[in-house]
């Protein structure tokens, strides 16, 4: 039994030398079209490592991203009338009765203009069709009621307002066009 535990401890601590590799890696997992979890560097065990492909990134330009953090805390201060925002659910472009309550605040007499976002859950293709899906259900809603429309656009991940509160960037703002 004294040599049965030490043989035994040594084969345990061994088992990992037989993997091929060992890769330092982003890792994600996709549960389809609707949600995937978020990447995260990670540890994977495998035959062989594939190579890092890094995506390249739009530059951005840090004075635009400056002036976008300005104009939200300067739209905070303005009277409500100047901005709206209406949240929405994971993968949904509906309106609830809030939304519609919000939507009916709106003066007739104003040019607005509607720009849809989402959260960073799911494929980049996949977002950009929702956040386009979700301004039209609003401007469609704000043209019934005689708003004039400047402009519809849906943006997609971009834009996070929160990194922390996900729920926070499934949004349409209503900007009022002067």
Same mark, same amino acid.
């Given at each position: 039994?004294?040599?049965?535990?030490? @043989?035994? +401890?040594?084969?345990?601590?061994?088992?990992?030398? %037989?993997? =091929?590799?060992?890769?330092?890696?982003?890792?994600?997992? =996709?549960?389809?079209?609707?949600?995937?979890?978020?990447?995260?560097?990670?540890?994977?065990?495998?035959?062989?490592?594939?190579?890092? *492909?890094?995506?390249?990134?739009?530059?951005?330009?840090?004075?635009?991203?400056?002036?976008?953090?300005?104009? *939200? *805390?300067?739209?905070?201060?303005?009277?409500? =009338?100047?901005? %709206?925002?209406?949240?929405?659910?994971?993968?949904?472009?509906?309106?609830?009765? /809030? /939304?519609? /309550?919000? +939507?009916?605040?709106?003066? *007739?007499?104003?040019?607005?203009?509607?720009?849809?976002?989402? $959260?960073?859950?799911?494929?980049?293709?996949?977002? /950009?069709?929702?956040?386009?899906?979700?301004?039209?259900?609003?401007?469609?809603?704000?043209?019934?009621?005689?708003?004039?429309?400047?402009?519809? @656009?849906?943006?997609?991940?971009? $834009?996070?307002?929160?990194?922390? =509160?996900?729920?926070?960037?499934?949004?349409?703002?209503?900007?009022?066009?002067?």
């Amino acid at each position: 039994m004294k040599k049965f535990l030490p @043989i035994c +401890l040594a084969i345990l601590l061994t088992s990992s030398a %037989w993997a =091929d590799s060992i890769c330092r890696q982003v890792t994600a997992v =996709d549960f389809g079209p609707v949600v995937s979890s978020q990447s995260s560097n990670g540890f994977v065990i495998t035959q062989n490592c594939e190579e890092a *492909h890094l995506k390249a990134l739009k530059p951005v330009q840090l004075s635009a991203l400056i002036r976008q953090e300005e104009s *939200h *805390h300067a739209a905070s201060a303005l009277p409500p =009338d100047s901005g %709206w925002t209406v949240n929405f659910g994971l993968n949904s472009s509906s309106l609830n009765r /809030d /939304d519609l /309550d919000l +939507l009916n605040k709106i003066p *007739h007499n104003i040019k607005v203009k509607v720009t849809g976002y989402t $959260c960073s859950i799911g494929k980049e293709a996949y977002n /950009d069709k929702l956040s386009r899906s979700r301004a039209e259900a609003v401007a469609n809603y704000l043209q019934s009621r005689g708003v004039t429309l400047t402009t519809v @656009i849906g943006k997609g991940e971009c $834009c996070p307002v929160s990194t922390t =509160d996900l729920s926070k960037n499934r949004r349409v703002v209503i900007e009022e066009e002067k």
